[in-house]
């Protein structure tokens, strides 16, 4: 009988899309995968490391799971990911249950570690600078979208952050290899890819950039929809912006951490742009892709933060008009550069200014999505709708949409649908056509 593999997942959509290849190589060799820990012989935890609170989560969550073993203690329970890098000394002290502790380079060996007899818990979290699981193809969790991760690490350093500590150095899959995984993937029934990297515009191959890649990825036949993520701001040039502009696969939504709008700030998080850098990019993308949907990261309370510097961040929010944000309070982060700097920024202030940075958000996301209404808009549908019936999708934007029509659309059909109203995260509507008649 098969083995069972049950695979939980936190943190970023690289994450997701190594649950998705560790899941697609250990079904390569015979495991089925579960919903459900209980019915598991290998449970996995894909871990996050960059901030303190997904580690918090984890560790509650290992010591449900450390029940599930000592109730069943012939199953492998494994920590993967980033926390397996950073905390790799610590883990089997805090959580003894645990098997196995694999680094996010060690990810193709981990059938063969799963076949192995073990008195000890075994440990491979070696970085591997030429690690680009080249040929391991990623599974689609829905059968239409999907994730090709394109390029792994980052040479970037920013002085809050642990990626490079725990992912290692930047390493691209070649131009041939990205196009024959993404074939592979439309091949299957996917149509929509997300193009992922730690700093997704560093992909480089020799003798292509990313411009090339996207440009090259949108003749792929079949593929309707491309998007990546998360781009640096500071290498967004001309020739970025002319590829996004022209491709007609490539979606109009762009997610562009700014991080803080504080320059002061912003050099010590060593971001390599000014706040008017990142204005200048925002004009250049708005003005050559019409209907750019633009989102973020924000973090408050970086060290030294001054009332007036975070006061610059609040005002981005109004001036830019970001279509949503995820916004964090800062947490230090061993190994990092500002790991060495107080934490000068009192944890009631960091929690202050983190409310007020949402609700300024949250005002301005409900004000994007009100521009929405009485609009008609793509619509690739995923799904049924959680609640209230009818069908869930995304427009070209990436916004969650649910829609009401009279017959059931086909998964993956194309459904233009005129909104009718909004909260500021969903919109709401109807289809606009016969459902059927829009391909
Ligand atoms: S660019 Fe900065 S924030 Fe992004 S992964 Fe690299 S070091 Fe971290």
């Known amino acids: 009988m098969a083995r069972k593999l049950y695979i939980e997942t936190y943190g970023c959509q690289m994450n997701v899309a190594d649950s998705q290849l560790i899941a697609g190589s250990l079904h390569d060799v015979g495991y089925v995968t579960t919903d459900t820990p209980a019915d598991a012989d290998v449970i996995l935890v894909n871990t996050c490391a960059i901030r303190e609170n997904a580690e918090t989560r984890v560790w509650g969550r290992l010591a449900d799971l450390a029940r599930e073993k000592r109730a069943r203690p012939w199953v492998t329970l494994g920590l993967v990911g980033c926390m397996a890098q950073h905390l790799r000394d610590k883990i089997q002290a805090r959580a003894p249950e645990v098997d196995l502790v694999v680094g996010p380079d060690a990810y193709r060996r981990l059938g063969d570690i799963l076949l192995q007899d073990r008195d000890e818990p075994f440990v491979d979290v070696r970085l591997d600078k030429h690690e680009r699981y080249e ?78 890649l996207l440009r090259a990825v949108d003749t792929i036949p079949g593929l309707r929809r491309i998007r990546f993520t998360s ?11 002319a590829a996004m502009a022209e491709c007609d696969k490539v979606m109009p939504s762009l997610h562009l951490p700014l991080q803080a709008a504080s320059d002061a700030v912003l050099e010590r998080m060593s971001r390599g ?126 916004k ?12 993956g059909e194309m459904v233009p649908v005129r909104v009718t109203s909004c909260t500021a995260h969903t919109l709401l509507g109807e289809a606009v056509v016969p459902v059927g008649a829009a391909g």
């Open 135 to 212: 040929g391991l193809d990623p599974r689609s969790d829905n059968g239409l979208t999907a994730f090709v991760t394109v390029m792994r690490g980052c040479d970037k350093f920013c002085t809050f952050c642990i990626v490079p500590f725990v992912r290692g150095r930047e390493r691209s899959l070649s131009l041939d290899e990205v196009l024959r995984s993404v074939r592979a993937l439309v091949d299957d029934g996917v149509r929509e890819v997300t193009l992922l990297g730690q700093t997704v515009n560093a992909w480089r191959d020799g003798e292509h950039d990313f411009a090339d």
């Open 231 to 241: 781009p640096h701001p500071a290498p967004v040039d001309d020739r970025l912006v």
């Open 273 to 398: 742009y000014t706040y008017g850098d990142y204005l200048r990019r925002v004009e250049r993308l708005r003005a050559a892709i019409p209907g750019l949907a633009l989102t973020t990261d924000l973090i408050v309370g970086f060290p030294g933060e001054t009332e007036a510097q975070f006061a610059c961040t609040l005002a981005a929010v109004d001036e830019v008009q970001w279509d949503s944000a995820f916004m964090f309070q800062y947490s230090p982060r061993s190994g990092t550069k500002a790991y060495e700097w107080a934490d000068d920024v009192p944890a009631g202030e960091k929690a202050r200014r983190l409310q007020a940075v949402i609700e300024r958000q949250e005002a301005v996301s409900a004000e994007r999505n009100r521009d929405a209404v009485g609009r008609v808009f793509e619509v690739m549908t995923e799904g049924t709708a959680k609640r209230g019936g009818g069908w869930y999708g995304r427009t070209p934007q990436f």
């Open 400 to 411: 969650n949409t649910v829609y009401q029509c009279e017959l059931a659309p086909a998964m």
